[in-house]
């Protein structure tokens, strides 16, 4: 089987940068650090109101990261000709709300498919390939597959917020039945969105997920340990799940 791919997000490298609104830590350092550890990708999301990343950050990641550079993004005109200038390897369409502390679920892509196709198809025609962020329900990814997206990113908050066992399981099981899904439709799978180095490797141990978008929990263990050790220990979770 396949090891699946470990996407490092540095956006909270900037969150902290952002704070002071200064030059450090810069996650552009910050990126080449977790390459340099091992990470297969960078991960990082431009939001509208430029909370952390800026387009700054983008324009040198771009530059620099050597392995994949995955461009989260809202699916609106402006954030559509910033992909197409900077040409990302991947970009991520996710749904964002400017009072959210974070990204709170999957993309709608049922009720927004109109909304969705054109900077769909700008994008793939820009030569860039195109994941949804998407809840684990089937009809969303139906709906992916419809739009003819390359693949989709499983949201797994609920799984790694579930305070009680047999919701943990019933969620465990709707992530299991969207990989399987998605890999019959031809899709690329992947996962993110409170994954962590308790609750990852149950994930990684379904198996068919090509790879792994995590951030905050990584960063908060590299505050402490350092981001090479931090990157480090989570892939050897992923490998050794």
């Known amino acids: 089987m396949k090891t699946a791919r470990l996407g490092v997000n540095v956006d909270h490298v900037a969150t902290v940068r952002q704070a002071r609104k200064t030059h450090e830590p810069?996650?552009?350092?910050?990126?080449?650090?977790?390459?340099l550890a091992g990470a297969d990708?960078?991960?990082?999301?431009?939001?509208?109101?430029?909370?952390?990343?800026?387009?700054?950050?983008?324009a040198v990641l771009r530059r620099t990261v050597r392995s994949r550079l995955n461009l989260e993004m809202a699916a609106t005109d402006e954030m559509v000709g910033i992909a197409l200038k900077f040409r990302p390897d991947e970009v991520t369409l996710v749904p964002e709300k400017r009072q959210e502390l974070t990204t709170e679920g999957g993309l709608d892509v049922v009720q927004n498919r109109q909304t969705l196709k054109n900077p769909v198809a700008l994008l793939r025609d820009g030569g860039i390939s195109v994941s949804l962020f998407v809840d684990p329900?089937?009809?969303?990814?139906?709906?992916?597959?419809?739009?003819?997206v390359d693949a989709?990113?499983?949201?797994?908050?609920?799984?790694?917020?579930?305070a009680d066992a047999n919701v943990r399981r019933a969620e465990l099981t709707k992530i299991e039945q969207s990989v399987r899904l998605g890999q019959k439709l031809g899709l690329a799978v992947h996962a993110g969105h409170g994954l962590n180095y308790d609750n990852v490797r149950e994930v990684a141990a379904l198996?068919?997920?090509?790879?792994?978008?995590?951030?905050?929990?990584?960063?908060?263990?590299?505050v402490l340990v350092g981001m090479d050790r931090a990157v480090r220990d989570m892939a050897a979770l992923i490998k050794g799940s």
Do not use: M, W
């Open 26 to 35: 810069d996650p552009v350092t910050a990126a080449a650090l977790a390459e």
């Open 41 to 58: 990708g960078i991960t990082i999301h431009l939001r509208e109101d430029r909370r952390h990343i800026q387009d700054r950050d983008l």
């Open 137 to 148: 329900d089937p009809e969303q990814i139906k709906a992916a597959h419809r739009l003819g």
């Open 152 to 162: 989709i990113e499983i949201h797994t908050g609920c799984y790694c917020d579930a």
């Open 207 to 222: 198996g068919g997920i090509e790879e792994f978008n995590i951030g905050h929990s990584i960063v908060a263990r590299a």
